[in-house]
Nanobody, 123 residues
Framework: QVQLEESGGGLVQVGDSLRLSCAAS????????LGWFRQAAGKEREFVAA????????WYADSVKGRFTISRDDAKNTVYLQMNSLKPEDTAIYFC????????????????WGKGTLVTVSS
Protein backbone atom coordinates (compact mmCIF):
# COMPACT_ATOMS: atom_id res chain seq x y z
CA GLN A 1 0.00 0.00 0.00
CA VAL A 2 1.40 3.36 -1.06
CA GLN A 3 1.00 6.38 1.15
CA LEU A 4 1.40 9.86 -0.30
CA GLU A 5 1.90 13.07 1.62
CA GLU A 6 1.87 16.49 -0.02
CA SER A 7 3.63 19.58 1.29
CA GLY A 8 4.60 23.04 0.15
CA GLY A 9 1.24 24.71 -0.13
CA GLY A 10 0.56 28.17 1.22
CA LEU A 11 -0.56 31.71 0.55
CA VAL A 12 1.21 33.53 -2.29
CA GLN A 13 0.68 36.60 -4.43
CA VAL A 14 -0.22 36.73 -8.11
CA GLY A 15 2.87 36.06 -10.20
CA ASP A 16 4.74 34.24 -7.44
CA SER A 17 6.19 30.76 -7.63
CA LEU A 18 5.66 27.76 -5.38
CA ARG A 19 6.96 24.21 -5.38
CA LEU A 20 4.83 21.40 -4.11
CA SER A 21 6.33 18.12 -2.98
CA CYS A 22 4.75 14.73 -2.52
CA ALA A 23 6.65 12.09 -0.58
CA ALA A 24 5.71 8.44 -1.01
CA SER A 25 6.17 5.51 1.33
CA UNK A 26 5.46 1.86 0.65
CA UNK A 27 5.35 0.25 -2.76
CA UNK A 28 7.95 0.60 -5.50
CA UNK A 29 7.99 4.31 -6.24
CA UNK A 30 10.09 4.08 -9.38
CA UNK A 31 7.46 1.95 -11.11
CA UNK A 32 4.55 4.32 -10.63
CA UNK A 33 3.08 6.95 -12.86
CA LEU A 34 2.56 10.07 -10.77
CA GLY A 35 0.20 12.96 -11.08
CA TRP A 36 -1.02 16.19 -9.59
CA PHE A 37 -4.69 17.13 -9.45
CA ARG A 38 -6.49 20.06 -7.89
CA GLN A 39 -9.90 20.92 -6.59
CA ALA A 40 -11.12 24.46 -6.16
CA ALA A 41 -13.96 25.29 -3.81
CA GLY A 42 -17.26 24.26 -5.29
CA LYS A 43 -15.68 22.61 -8.33
CA GLU A 44 -14.83 19.12 -9.50
CA ARG A 45 -11.33 17.78 -9.07
CA GLU A 46 -9.29 18.33 -12.22
CA PHE A 47 -6.09 17.01 -13.70
CA VAL A 48 -3.03 19.27 -13.55
CA ALA A 49 0.06 17.31 -14.57
CA ALA A 50 1.46 13.79 -14.69
CA UNK A 51 4.73 12.01 -15.33
CA UNK A 52 5.36 8.43 -16.35
CA UNK A 53 7.50 5.92 -14.49
CA UNK A 54 10.70 6.78 -16.36
CA UNK A 55 10.24 10.52 -16.20
CA UNK A 56 10.50 10.75 -19.97
CA UNK A 57 6.85 11.48 -20.65
CA UNK A 58 4.82 14.25 -19.08
CA TRP A 59 1.27 15.48 -19.49
CA TYR A 60 -0.16 18.88 -18.60
CA ALA A 61 -3.55 20.50 -18.51
CA ASP A 62 -3.81 23.33 -21.02
CA SER A 63 -4.42 25.79 -18.21
CA VAL A 64 -0.96 25.20 -16.70
CA LYS A 65 1.20 24.47 -19.74
CA GLY A 66 4.26 26.70 -19.79
CA ARG A 67 3.80 27.67 -16.13
CA PHE A 68 3.92 24.38 -14.19
CA THR A 69 6.55 21.64 -14.34
CA ILE A 70 6.25 18.17 -12.88
CA SER A 71 9.35 16.19 -12.00
CA ARG A 72 10.30 13.17 -9.93
CA ASP A 73 13.25 12.10 -7.81
CA ASP A 74 13.13 8.35 -7.38
CA ALA A 75 16.05 8.41 -4.94
CA LYS A 76 13.90 10.50 -2.62
CA ASN A 77 10.57 8.85 -3.48
CA THR A 78 9.25 12.30 -4.20
CA VAL A 79 7.34 13.99 -7.00
CA TYR A 80 7.37 17.75 -7.40
CA LEU A 81 5.19 20.38 -8.99
CA GLN A 82 6.96 23.64 -9.73
CA MET A 83 4.36 26.35 -10.20
CA ASN A 84 5.35 29.68 -11.71
CA SER A 85 3.39 32.79 -12.66
CA LEU A 86 0.60 31.82 -10.32
CA LYS A 87 -2.88 33.18 -10.92
CA PRO A 88 -5.91 33.49 -8.63
CA GLU A 89 -7.58 30.70 -10.59
CA ASP A 90 -4.79 28.35 -9.46
CA THR A 91 -6.20 28.55 -5.94
CA ALA A 92 -7.18 25.02 -4.93
CA ILE A 93 -6.32 22.01 -2.85
CA TYR A 94 -3.61 20.12 -4.72
CA PHE A 95 -3.46 16.34 -4.53
CA CYS A 96 -0.79 13.99 -5.71
CA UNK A 97 -1.63 10.53 -6.95
CA UNK A 98 0.15 7.37 -8.08
CA UNK A 99 -0.80 4.83 -10.69
CA UNK A 100 0.47 1.26 -10.74
CA UNK A 101 0.45 1.14 -14.54
CA UNK A 102 3.42 3.48 -14.62
CA UNK A 103 1.55 5.95 -16.79
CA UNK A 104 -1.29 8.44 -16.71
CA UNK A 105 -4.55 8.17 -18.57
CA UNK A 106 -7.75 10.14 -18.26
CA UNK A 107 -9.66 6.92 -18.89
CA UNK A 108 -8.80 5.18 -15.65
CA UNK A 109 -8.48 6.41 -12.07
CA UNK A 110 -5.20 6.68 -10.20
CA UNK A 111 -4.67 3.97 -7.62
CA UNK A 112 -3.41 6.00 -4.64
CA TRP A 113 -4.08 9.51 -3.41
CA GLY A 114 -2.67 11.93 -0.89
CA LYS A 115 -4.78 14.14 1.35
CA GLY A 116 -3.87 17.36 -0.36
CA THR A 117 -2.21 20.69 0.31
CA LEU A 118 -3.89 24.07 -0.02
CA VAL A 119 -2.56 26.70 -2.41
CA THR A 120 -4.06 30.16 -2.22
CA VAL A 121 -3.11 32.82 -4.75
CA SER A 122 -4.05 36.29 -3.62
CA SER A 123 -4.53 39.26 -5.92
Amino acid sequence: QVQLEESGGGLVQVGDSLRLSCAASGGTFSRYGLGWFRQAAGKEREFVAAINWSGKTTWYADSVKGRFTISRDDAKNTVYLQMNSLKPEDTAIYFCAADESGYYSSTWPMNYWGKGTLVTVSS
